[in-house]
């Protein structure tokens, strides 16, 4: 009963693809995250959707665009990959808005490395 | 320059040791501070939250403190474990923006 889950685990592709990474949680919560981290180990937020809306899009380059079904899912779409894009993609969810005192919840990362 | 900026970089202590690690931020305005512990591998986990009114709140072996005047945060981990080896990030939020830290990672040897 994993509370934020993520597929795939690796993806490994070639620059100039197209891929989709997958988020779930399973915590009714109304917000969710998508975040990258790079080599250097620094957590950046990419985008931010509370009930189907788009509230944060951090300076991302528009060949990411996050897609939520329903308020459980939020996906994330990658266009024509770089070779800058590898690094780890974790989502989060919380129950409102984390600018509160509301616990972010992080599912187990994507390992996304292009060649 | 980073908003939140914590030390050690790394840190290696012996098991059963106490320890000691820093955040100093410049987020404004302040809305909370988490401390997260990240192991190799997986997603970060929160340990604590303090809104600006708490200067002290334990989780466990955890205890984070937070100076809202300096600007300044701490997280003390009492008689470590070999588990306790992991990176610690320091988020700072100002309404609903969150900074990271680029995290304090610890190495705990038997």
């Known amino acids: 009963d994993t509370a934020v889950s993520q597929t795939p685990k690796y993806l490994v592709t070639q620059m100039g693809n197209d891929k989709s990474i997958k988020c779930e949680q399973n915590?009714?919560?109304?917000?969710m995250y998508w975040y990258k981290q790079d080599s250097k180990k620094f957590l950046k937020i990419m985008f931010s959707?509370?009930?189907?809306?788009?509230?944060i899009n951090e300076t991302v380059p528009n060949r990411f665009s996050p897609k939520s079904p329903d308020k459980a899912h939020l996906n994330l779409h990658i266009n024509s990959l770089e070779l800058g894009d590898s690094a780890v993609y974790f989502c989060?969810?919380?129950?409102?808005?984390?600018?509160?005192?509301?616990?972010?919840?992080f599912g187990p990362g994507t390992r996304l490395l292009v060649l | 320059k980073n908003q939140v900026e914590q030390s050690p970089q790394s840190l290696i202590i012996l098991e059963g040791k106490n320890c000691t690690l820093q955040?100093?931020?410049?987020?404004?305005?302040?809305?909370?501070l988490r401390w997260y512990k990240q192991d190799t591998g997986r997603g970060p986990v929160s340990l604590t939250i303090?809104?600006?009114?708490?200067n002290t709140k334990s989780n466990g072996r955890y205890t984070a403190t937070l100076d809202a005047d300096t600007k300044q945060s701490s997280l003390h981990i009492t008689a470590s474990q070999l588990s306790d080896s992991a990176s610690y990030i320091c988020?700072?939020?100002?309404?609903?923006?969150?900074?990271f830290g680029a995290g304090t990672r610890l190495t705990v040897k038997p």
């Open positions: 303090m809104t600006f009114s708490e």
């Open positions: 915590l009714g919560h109304d917000t």
């Open positions: 989060a969810s919380s129950p409102y808005l984390a600018g509160g005192v509301e616990t972010q919840y």
């Open positions: 959707y509370n009930n189907k809306e788009l509230i």
């Open positions: 988020v700072v939020s100002a309404s609903n923006d969150m900074r």
């Open positions: 955040c100093n931020y410049t987020v404004s305005p302040f809305s909370n």
